[in-house]
T-cell receptor
Framework: TQLLEQSPQFLSIQEGENLTVYCNSSSVFSSLQWYRQEPGEGPVLLVTVVTGGEVKKLKRLTFQFGDARKDSSLHITAAQPGDTGLYLC?????????FGSGTKLNVKP | GAVVSQHPSRVICKSGTSVKIECRSLDFQATTMFWYRQFPKKSLMLMAT?????????EQGVEKDKFLINHASLTLSTLTVTSAHPEDSSFYICSAGGRSYNEQFFGPGTRLTVL
């Protein structure tokens, strides 16, 4: 059973489109992280959000932590083929990290 | 930035043999290291938390006698898959905890294939 559920699981869009990935749980987390992973490699940290309601921006990526610290979203504006990859959220509880089910994004040129 | 290495990057072994995977923090000391397992096209599953100088804490459903973890120093943790079977084939990834409680740095992963 996954502690964190991500949706959608797969997303295939055209270059230039916007998209949002959701990460939901019934549990409260001390912090939440978003990672991007390429095949055969370890995940690379994109952002950490700590405060409920917090919004962080990283160029075309906008991350939001839910007010109750149970959910988060990742919004990508004007997606590019270089954004293709597996996006993972991870919630931290009691110094352990639990990963979401993952969203496989494919951006077509 | 913090760098974590894993060795080997790929290993193929026969069923019944044991395989040791090393995880090293190269430029910082890590009191805590984490071991994850990832099946193809799936997310990472936390297997255990490794603390330097003490026994590892295993997640529910992970056999501690099957997956032996040793964290002998502040820069090295090892995972040994004992008596490996084809169902143990997976991508094993370690991470090292940073100074902050919500910080972890990932290794590049080890692809294990058991024939």
């Amino acid at each position: 059973t996954q502690l964190l559920e991500q949706s959608p699981q797969f997303l295939s869009i055209q270059e230039g489109e916007n998209l949002t990935v959701y990460c939901n749980s019934s549990s409260v987390f001390s912090s939440l992280q978003w990672y991007r992973q390429e095949p055969g490699e370890g995940p690379v940290l994109l952002v950490t959000v700590v405060t409920g309601g917090e919004v962080k921006k990283l160029k075309r990526l906008t991350f939001q932590f839910g007010d109750a610290r149970k959910d988060s979203s990742l919004h990508i504006t004007a997606a590019q083929p270089g954004d293709t990859g597996l996006y993972l959220c991870a919630g931290e509880r009691f110094n352990k990290f639990y990963f979401g089910s993952g969203t496989k994004l494919n951006v077509k040129p | 930035g913090a760098v974590v290495s894993q060795h080997p990057s790929r290993v193929i072994c026969k069923s019944g043999t044991s395989v040791k995977i090393e995880c090293r923090s190269l430029d910082f000391q890590a009191t805590t290291m984490f071991w994850y397992r990832q099946f193809p096209k799936k997310s990472l599953m936390l297997m255990a938390t490794s603390n330097e100088g003490s026994k590892a804490t295993y997640e529910q459903g992970v056999e501690k006698d099957k997956f032996l973890i040793n964290h002998a120093s502040l820069t090295l943790s090892t995972l040994t898959v004992t008596s490996a079977h084809p169902e143990d084939s997976s991508f094993y990834i370690c991470s090292a905890g940073g100074r902050s409680y919500n910080e972890q740095f990932f290794g590049p992963g080890t692809r294990l294939t058991v024939l």
